[in-house]
């Protein structure tokens, strides 16, 4: 069984930073792209921030590029979410997610390009 555990979430001011981090296990974690979205209320689930399965390739949303870093310790089944600068509009319930297919080169931004996810996280960033 897949399980994703997600941690870090929180509160926070405006400007602050925070560190997400999400442990797989009952999956070759090191095969597999991972990803983090975001859901506000009211609104859909977004995709925010993608890493290949090796770590080197990484894709994200514009609105967080500059602020947000995606990372991996496939040692560790984990990936992390550094998220710096935050501000009101990154509030959200934040979710990771882990890919599809094994050893692609395709990153993928919408959600059917992965097929386990964690729990969700809360962010919340005051003004």
């Known amino acids: 069984q897949v399980q994703l555990v997600e941690s870090g979430g929180g509160l926070v001011q405006a400007g602050g930073s925070l560190r997400l981090s999400c442990t797989v296990s009952?999956?070759?974690?090191?095969?597999?792209?991972m990803a983090w979205f975001r859901q506000a209320p009211g609104k859909e689930r977004e995709f925010v921030a993608t890493?290949?399965?090796?770590?080197?390739?990484?894709a994200y949303t514009d609105s967080v590029k500059g602020r947000f870093t995606i990372s991996r310790s496939n040692a560790k089944n984990t990936d992390f979410l550094q998220m710096n600068s935050l501000k009101p509009e990154d509030t959200a319930v934040y979710f990771c997610?882990?890919?599809?297919?094994?050893?692609?080169?395709?990153?993928?931004?919408?959600?059917?390009?992965?097929?386990?996810w964690g729990q969700g996280t809360q962010i919340s960033v005051s003004s």
């Open positions: 009952g999956r070759t974690f090191s095969r597999y792209a």
């Open positions: 890493i290949s399965w090796s770590g080197d390739n990484t």
């Open positions: 997610a882990a890919g599809r297919a094994a050893y692609t080169s395709t990153y993928y931004t919408t959600k059917d390009g992965y097929d386990y």
